[in-house]
């Protein structure tokens, strides 16, 4: 990876504490976003940005590790094989002691937008850990003083940035972007043995009356229920819910259950 940032000249690695230090003198402070609203507020996020304008990237060499590093990425996050993650460059963080950004979701910057890659680069601090919540896993990532560390995450993940101790932290953060083809929902094949299982769910479910209040105290017997409702693991914007490019197993178990409704002759 190499860089200039306007001001500073050409960004040495490791990044050293002067380096780092005159990198703050250039920034601004980070704002977030809620909703869609952008905010500014320290308490929640107090962190220092490099203007974008003022960052010159090497793209050819950066592809060079970047590219084969999406190809891992978009198998990791179960996305398909016929589509692929593009990297489109959001922001240069500088997290100097004492800074951090409480937890919270990325918001979708676009309608194919599915994740975040943050990559830290290699510098000398303590704290400031990258942690990353989905349901009942968590992933800590706390840098490298030698080498680039890369963590991608679906955007509805809640993450935060723990307190820098003592150093400076350094990252660039990425959108992901899903690009042609399919996700999972149309690359998976599922097992005609799930298949059949599914159905023989389904039939069951619409054939057996299930009791409700409605009912409860008539006489008339309760009918069989005209719909199910399948929960989905990941949070999805109404811009981000499709069928392409549903997050993780969404995508399989969707497919799935798509596959067993119209075997059934349901609408799904």
Not at 206 to 228: H, I, M, V
Request: glycine share 8%.
């Amino acid at each position: 990876l190499q860089r200039e940032v306007q001001g500073l000249g050409r960004l040495r690695l490791p990044v050293s504490r002067a380096q780092a230090e005159r990198l703050c003198r250039l920034a601004r402070p980070a704002r977030y976003g809620r909703g869609e609203k952008t905010l500014l507020d320290r308490r929640v996020r107090d962190t220092w940005e490099i203007p974008r304008s003022r960052v010159k990237i090497d793209r050819r060499r950066w592809n060079r590790t970047l590219l084969p590093v999406l190809e891992e990425l978009r198998a990791d996050l179960g996305l398909g094989d016929g589509c692929r993650l593009k990297a489109e460059l959001h922001s240069f963080l500088v997290y100097g002691p004492g800074q951090f950004f409480l937890p919270h979701q990325d918001s979708e910057k676009a309608d194919a937008m599915v994740g975040t890659l943050v990559v830290t680069l290699p510098a000398s601090f303590k704290g400031g850990a990258l942690v990353v919540e989905h349901q009942s896993e968590k992933v800590v990532d706390r840098g490298s003083r030698r080498q680039l560390s890369f963590v991608a995450f679906y955007a509805d993940c809640r993450h935060e940035v723990r307190p820098v101790k003592e150093g400076y932290r350094l990252a660039l953060t990425y959108n992901l972007i899903l690009e042609g083809g399919q996700t999972a929902i149309a690359a998976a094949a599922p097992e005609p043995a799930t298949i059949d299982a599914l159905v023989r769910c389904l039939r069951d479910h619409f054939a057996t009356p299930r009791p409700s209040r409605r009912y409860r105290d008539e006489d008339q017997p309760a009918p069989p229920p005209n719909r199910l409702v399948y929960l989905l693991d990941h949070e999805y914007t109404a811009h981000g819910l499709a069928w392409q490019r549903l997050k993780g197993n969404d995508g399989a178990r969707a497919a799935a259950l798509r596959a067993a409704a119209e075997r059934c002759g349901c609408e799904v």
